[in-house]
């Protein structure tokens, strides 16, 4: 039988402590149920990893808005803190929707599956839940230490996708909606669907440390990309342009678009010509 109410798996990759995640529990509460499993510690840019881990799950009590929250954490990423909860927690009522976020920092361009962040909503995706991962800029010394965030416009969109998702079935092919979010965004401004921008959004580089014999540095990252140079249509663009909320449409599906049957012709006849293929 269906409960009455619908169920969010609420997660993220910043930590069960992270206000973003009781801002996401906040937006989710006045629509259902939630059930949330996160991280212990800080896992951003774990994307969809699954590193060993001891599989401890405790329990904790969130306050979310003067409102106690029953929650769980494991030492984990943020992909295997969704797997173990829905193998412990959710084996008889899976939920409705996942929600991963809200993150301190974007998450745009190529270097999304680097992200904790949606790989946590990839991983909700392919157990079969509709999953939405939401991303808040913020100043770049928060993205590991979180500082003092206005959640308003974030709680705002967060519900209103995660209702959005309730009330409709997402075409084939659409697995995680990404939504980013401005930090001068509002409750009225407007959202687009986007595409994946291919370029990366962050520069990374090493800041150099040490003498002698020592190579290498610590790796640091900035946003790298000039706004002249973006193409229209895609989550960077929008996000850094037009300044609006972007949604990105995801699939589990990376297989290129391109004629598959032309592209094994091609390789074959590659192949063929230079004497190389296949003996046999």
């Known amino acids: 039988m269906r409960a009455s109410k619908p169920l969010f798996f609420v997660t993220n990759d910043d930590g069960i402590h992270s206000p973003g995640l009781k801002a996401a529990v906040q937006a989710l509460l006045p629509l259902g149920d ?19 881990t001891d599989g401890v799950v405790h329990s904790i009590t969130l306050d979310v808005d003067g409102q106690p929250v029953q929650a769980y954490h494991l030492d984990a990423s943020p992909a295997l803190a969704v797997l173990y909860g829905i193998l412990l927690f959710a084996r008889d009522r899976m939920p409705d929707v996942l929600v991963s976020g809200i993150n301190y920092g974007e998450n745009l361009g190529s270097g999304v599956t680097i992200s904790g962040t949606v790989g946590a ?40 996708f995660a209702r ?41 580089f090493l800041a150099e440390e040490g003498e002698g014999p020592r190579f290498g540095g610590r790796l640091v990252y900035r946003v790298g990309v000039r706004p002249e140079e973006l ?40 192949c063929a010509s230079s004497g190389k293929g296949e003996q046999g």
């Open 34 to 52: 939630v059930l949330v499993v996160a991280p212990t510690h800080q896992q951003t840019s774990m994307g969809r990893s699954m590193p060993p």
């Open 121 to 160: 909503a990839l991983q909700g995706a392919s157990m079969g839940i509709p999953s939405l991962a939401v991303s808040l800029e913020t100043d770049h010394a928060f993205h590991y230490h979180h500082g003092e965030v206005q959640w308003d416009t974030a709680i705002h969109f967060t519900r209103l």
């Open 164 to 204: 959005k998702m309730l009330a409709c079935e997402l075409p084939f092919d659409v697995d995680v909606l990404k939504v980013d979010i401005p930090s001068d965004a509002t409750e009225q401004t407007p959202w687009k669907i986007t595409r994946l921008s291919r370029r990366s959004y962050y520069t990374s």
């Open 231 to 270: 193409e229209p249509g895609t989550d960077i663009y929008a996000f850094l342009v037009e300044r609006v909320v972007s949604v990105t449409p995801l699939s589990l599906d990376m297989t290129s678009r391109v004629d598959l049957r032309r592209l094994e012709e091609e390789l074959k006849e590659e």
